[in-house]
């Protein structure tokens, strides 16, 4: 199985700030790349998909981008509302395995 | 809109099965693949399996081979994960999700869930 490694594992941040969570594929998985958003208690959220393709409805302060087995999601300003579990996953082949996720906190 | 809308939280003895249901509404039952994801509390998503509601086609982590069975019933838009031989350590919350391909080329497709249920936690306990 594809082993997806996500980095760092807990952030704080604040309001304003610009954010960087890394993933990294255990081999080559192309663009098929996911990443989603999950907030306590509630079902995970679709953000990107294709590495860095923007799903409808999602603000455009996230964005998404690859660079060989490295993928990066980034926050470019920090709101309030995005203080969440971020988790990658892996689309290319099966089992279409999850990160172990980033918790973002407020600092 | 699209809806998934799954059945409430079971409590469950070792050794029993769980059945799990996911009505879908808002889109043609059959036109997408439904995939199962469970979350034990405070860890990660796993990815249990997938579905086909219009073949009835499945494919199963190989975790859960043998233990896990995945159906539907397509007059009323369901679909149903029955996990068997329940122990401590399958108390979670189990999910089901939509599963559209994104980008196709050359025979293979980007997937992505892009439609969740809201969770049914399933606990095991004696």
């Known amino acids: 199985d594809i082993q997806m490694t996500q980095s760092p594992s807990s952030l704080s941040a604040s309001v304003g700030d610009r954010v960087t969570i890394t993933c990294r594929a255990s081999?080559?998985?192309?663009?098929?790349l996911n990443w989603y958003q999950q907030k306590p208690g509630k079902a995970p959220k679709l953000l990107i998909y294709?590495?860095?393709s923007l799903q409808s409805g999602v603000p455009s302060r996230f964005s998404g981008s690859r660079s060989r087995t490295d993928f990066t999601l980034t926050i470019s300003s920090l709101q309030p509302e995005d203080f969440a579990t971020y988790y990658c996953?892996?689309?290319?082949?099966?089992?279409?395995?999850f990160g172990q996720g980033t918790r973002l906190e407020i600092k | 809109q699209v809806q998934l809308v799954q059945s409430g939280a079971e409590v469950k003895k070792p050794g029993a099965s769980v059945k799990v249901s996911c009505k879908a509404s808002?889109?043609?039952?059959?036109?997408?693949?439904i995939n199962w994801v469970r979350q034990a509390t405070g860890q990660g998503l796993e990815w249990m399996g997938w579905?086909?509601?219009?073949?009835?086609?499945?494919g199963y982590a190989q975790k859960f081979q043998g233990r896990v069975t995945m159906t539907r019933d397509t007059s009323i838009s369901t679909a149903y994960m029955e996990l068997s031989s329940l122990r401590s350590e399958d108390t979670a919350v189990y999910y089901c999700?939509?599963?559209?391909?994104?980008?196709?080329?050359?025979?293979?497709?980007?997937?992505?869930?892009?439609?969740w249920g809201q969770g049914t936690l399933v606990t095991v306990s004696s």
């Open positions: 999700a939509r599963d559209v391909p994104k980008y196709c080329s050359g025979g293979r497709c980007s997937r992505a869930y892009d439609y």
């Open positions: 579905m086909n509601p219009n073949s009835g086609n499945t």
């Open positions: 808002g889109y043609t039952f059959t036109s997408y693949d």
């Open positions: 996953q892996q689309s290319y082949s099966t089992p279409p395995v």
């Open positions: 081999q080559s998985i192309s663009s098929y």
């Open positions: 294709d590495a860095s």
